[in-house]
């Protein structure tokens, strides 16, 4: 046992050794981008996630509309299977909540008057704004959950291209290790003739440059949530400005489990790319 440990660890120092810095440096740059993207799409999603998707319609009477008529109409809706839940909104209720908007009390003060209707907020489980438009009294339907659904087709959207982009580059981390160790075997290739010469084994050989490819996917990772981190750090002394003037401290970060996914993505790949070239070139090498 205390000999296998004493190999692993001769290995891991050797591959420490060989480690091309500058090639941890590439693949940390190119792993940045899908990363950076993760960070800012998990950091968006819990807004997103308060997003009603459900199709919810704000119906607004014709002013002439009686309040009891158009309390009746909402206890009718409430009763229709389609409808998941409906709310009276009285027009002093929506002129309270429109004073409290930032910038809007003094315009609606200046109107002398309410000049907003009475309004009901039906959420549905289906897309039934054109049938809601024509029932007596309606003056307008604003259907209010179409750019959520936009929104979350746009999310879904880059969500893909971003497991594109890392399948991309993770194929690119993977050809850059390859092409390491590939350099590598060449450059020893007389040291590695003399080793399977004295009776070394493949295992002990390969060894070194398993350790070579994983510590390079290990580092260039880090160097990508490095880099991550660095730009979100940027980025939150503007959002931070921008949510506090919403009352908000919503800021940009990263989730520990992403960070280790990323890293151990890296290392895979690392490695797989070590295992393929080891697995090709080695075989070419045998003492004369």
């Not at 070394?200 to 490095?226: C, E, H, S």
Request: net charge positive; hydrophobic share 55%; with cysteine.
């Amino acid at each position: 046992m205390s000999a296998w440990l004493r190999q692993h660890r001769q290995a891991f120092a050797a591959a420490c050794r060989r480690l091309g810095w500058l090639n941890a440096l590439v693949i940390g740059i190119a792993l940045a981008l899908p990363a950076g993207g993760y960070a800012l799409l998990e950091s968006l999603r819990p807004a997103g996630a308060r997003l009603a998707l459900e199709p919810r319609m704000t119906l607004f009477f014709d002013a002439q509309v009686r309040r009891a008529d158009a309390e009746a109409l909402g206890k009718r809706l409430r009763a229709d299977p389609r409808i998941a839940g409906v709310r009276f909104v009285p027009r002093e209720e929506a002129l309270k909540e429109m004073s409290a908007v930032q910038g809007l009390s003094e315009v609606i003060a200046a109107l002398g008057r309410n000049p907003l209707p009475d309004a009901l907020v039906v959420t549905s489980r289906e897309n039934i704004a054109d049938e809601l438009a024509r029932l007596p009294g309606v003056a307008h339907v604003q259907a209010d959950a179409v750019w959520a659904r936009r929104l979350a087709a746009a999310a879904a959207i880059v969500e893909l291209g971003l497991w594109l982009l890392a399948a991309l580059l993770g194929a690119g981390l993977v050809a850059v290790t390859f092409n390491t160790i590939r350099l590598q075997i060449l450059t020893q290739r007389e040291e590695i003739e003399v080793s399977k010469l004295i009776g070394a084994t493949d295992a002990f050989i390969r060894r070194p440059y398993y350790y070579l490819g994983l510590l390079q996917g290990l580092v260039g990772g880090a160097v990508a949530l490095a880099l991550v981190a660095a730009a979100l750090a940027l980025l939150n002394r503007e959002v931070s400005v921008l949510a506090e003037s919403y009352g908000s401290s919503f800021r940009l970060g990263f989730p520990a489990e992403g960070a280790l996914a990323v890293v151990a993505f890296a290392a895979l790949l690392g490695w797989l790319g070590a295992q393929l070239s080891v697995s090709r070139h080695l075989r070419a090498i045998e003492p004369t």
